[in-house]
């Protein structure tokens, strides 16, 4: 059994300053408190079978207390698989940004709120070099902070709805000591459009290494990211990225490296108005004591 607590405080002013007079004009001075306490709490009740459960308060000194409770079980079965299911509740307090900054600000936002059911499958083979798992998942959640126009001005809402289920799996073998291959891929359909999120995401990887040499690449294909959701301006994306790095020790703290990023010179967007570097390439020392 785990229990804590744990204080946040956060916030500041800003301004905006205007070169042209010199003068500043105020946009938001606010501060905020958020304290927290959670139990977590794990048992083996059988050897194939686990208990996990846990509970949090947590406390916003702006939208008021909130329980967030959490519970799964764990099914211990022969050759190193294990299936688990689990039920947890999700929340998120507005921002400091969303209630009090800039044209859609809204001071009277109240908790975002979801809840989550999990059920997974995972094994491993060939003395843990072999790993795979399956996981399927349904989110539904409610009051989702969206922006609103129907006023003529945008206005920062509670009302969206969020609707998810879909699955994962992945997928990794090691080879050899000097070679390991991965690879993942999830599928996601919404009900709802959530913004940067894909339908389908696909990603493959290899990793070398060998004494002082390292070296890894991998592939990721996206497909339907949504980069906006504006109800008059709905868009996706899909592409395709291929990253590689490499670097070699030298000495006992020092490591050269290369690293190049969307080696095919993708153009693709995860904001809507915002284009992504294409092909980057960097290198440098790397030093760690």
């Known amino acids: ?84 299911a689990m039920v947890s509740k999700g929340f998120r307090n507005p921002t400091i940004r969303e209630m009090y900054m800039f044209p859609p600000q809204n001071p009277d936002l109240q908790p975002e709120r979801l809840m989550s059911y999990e059920l997974s499958f995972s094994q491993r083979l060939l003395h843990g070099a072999l790993h795979y798992g399956l996981n399927l998942f349904y989110i539904n959640g409610d009051n989702i902070i969206y922006v609103d126009r129907s006023s003529g001005r945008p206005l920062n809402v509670n009302g969206g709805r969020i609707e998810n289920w879909g ?7 090691r080879i050899t000591k000097v070679w390991n291959v991965y690879a993942n891929y999830s599928w996601l359909h919404m009900e709802n459009p959530v913004l940067g999120s894909p339908e389908h995401k696909l990603f493959a990887g ?3 290494r060998l004494n002082r040499w390292s070296a890894s690449t991998g592939i990721q294909y996206v497909h339907g990211l949504y980069t906006s959701v504006a109800a008059d301006d709905i868009r996706q994306e899909n592409f395709v990225l ?42 440098g020392i790397r030093l760690d004591f």
Do not use: C
């Open 167 to 173: 699955g994962e799996a992945d997928f990794g073998y």
């Open 206 to 208: 290899l990793d070398f």
């Open 242 to 283: 291929w990253d590689l790095q490499a670097g070699v020790r030298v000495g006992r703290i020092a490591e050269i490296y290369i690293k190049a990023e969307n080696l095919l010179g993708q153009e693709y967007e995860i904001n809507a108005g915002y284009p992504m570097p294409r092909f980057t390439f960097m290198g």
């Open 1 to 84: 059994m785990t229990a804590g607590v744990d204080y946040q405080h956060f916030g500041g002013n800003s301004w905006n300053h205007y070169i042209e007079t010199g003068e500043n004009e105020a946009s938001a001075d606010h501060h905020l408190d958020e304290v927290g306490a959670y139990v977590d709490f794990r048992q083996d009740l059988w050897k194939w079978l686990s208990l996990d459960a846990g509970i949090r308060f947590d406390y916003h000194s702006r939208t008021g207390g909130e329980w967030i409770p959490q519970g799964g079980l764990s099914f211990h079965l022969p050759k190193n698989a294990e299936i688990k």
